[in-house]
């Protein structure tokens, strides 16, 4: 099962450098912002048809979750514009870098902690090389 769950992360993000090297073109083409919400619009019309055929009718009203459980609704279009913005004068693979090392960095110090209700799991010797390495690769190819 963690198996299955791996290859899709990484179908994941191997999605993500595609909608990297989308969106530069695009954004050149239509502008940053409008780039951005045409993600989000095209996204958001997606997942509102899975909604109606595949989600729970009887699910809790997101109105009622704690409002800082929302707040990934304004990290998702800052993420789109940094793509948007980045990919076009440094490249799909350095910026893709750049994110994995953000992202691995913040989610090390998330999972320590236990913060945002994830269960904890301590940063160890094996966890900081994984980032170094990352932190590695981001200089190399930023050089190269």
């Known amino acids: 099962m963690h198996l299955l769950l791996i290859i899709f992360v990484v179908a994941g993000g191997m999605g993500l450098s595609i ?51 929302l707040l990934g609704g304004v990290l998702g279009p800052v993420y789109v514009i940094i793509l948007t913005v980045t990919t076009p004068v440094i490249g799909i693979a350095l910026t893709m870098i750049g994110i994995l090392a953000g992202q691995v960095f913040k989610s090390l110090i998330i999972d320590h902690y236990g913060l945002l209700g994830s269960p904890r799991r301590k940063i160890n ?20």
Request: aromatic share 14%; net charge positive; glycine share 12%.
């Open 19 to 69: 909608e990297a090297g989308l969106l530069g073109p695009l954004g050149s083409q239509v502008g940053d912002l409008w780039a951005t919400f045409s993600i989000f619009g095209v996204g958001a019309a997606l997942t509102f048809l899975l909604m109606l055929f595949f989600s729970p009718r009887n699910s809790p009203s997101f109105f009622a979750q704690p409002s800082w459980q």
């Open 125 to 144: 010797g094996k966890r900081i090389l994984a980032l170094i390495f990352i932190l590695s690769a981001l200089a190399l190819v930023a050089q190269g």
